[in-house]
């Protein structure tokens, strides 16, 4: 059975930093290209980034693109995503995800073709 589970959510005021991470079990966690997403209030959820599982290639919405880093440590099966100068408009609730083929780049942050999603972490940003 597949559990993930995101943390590291809080509430932090605008330019501050904040590190996600979402730990994993029961899948092999080095095969699959993992993303975050996330849903702000009153909005679809989307994407914001993904990384592959050797971590050669990463991807990011334009939206997020220099701000935020995403890494993962495929020996503790956990992913992180690296949050710094921090948006009001980045307050959301951030899930992460598993690709659903392993050993494949996502041709892109689509989130139909992810799957074994978490509960999500809360982040919200104050001015």
């Known amino acids: 059975q597949v559990q993930v589970v995101e943390s590291g959510g809080d509430l932090v005021q605008a330019g501050g930093s904040l590190r996600l991470s979402c730990a994993t079990s029961?899948?092999?966690?080095?095969?699959?290209?993992m993303g975050w997403f996330r849903q702000a209030p009153g909005k679809e959820r989307e994407g914001v980034s993904y990384?592959?599982?050797?971590?050669?290639?990463?991807y990011y919405a334009d939206s997020v693109k220099g701000r935020f880093t995403i890494s993962r440590d495929n020996a503790k099966n956990t992913l992180y995503l690296q949050m710094n100068s921090l948006k009001i408009e980045d307050t959301a609730m951030y899930y992460c995800?598993?690709?659903?083929?392993?050993?494949?780049?996502?041709?892109?942050?689509?989130?139909?073709?992810?799957?074994?999603w978490g509960q999500g972490t809360q982040v919200t940003v104050s001015s």
């Open positions: 990384i592959t599982g050797t971590s050669s290639r990463t």
């Open positions: 995800a598993a690709f659903s083929l392993p050993y494949a780049v996502p041709p892109s942050l689509d989130q139909a073709k992810f799957k074994y």
């Open positions: 029961g899948l092999t966690f080095a095969a699959y290209a």
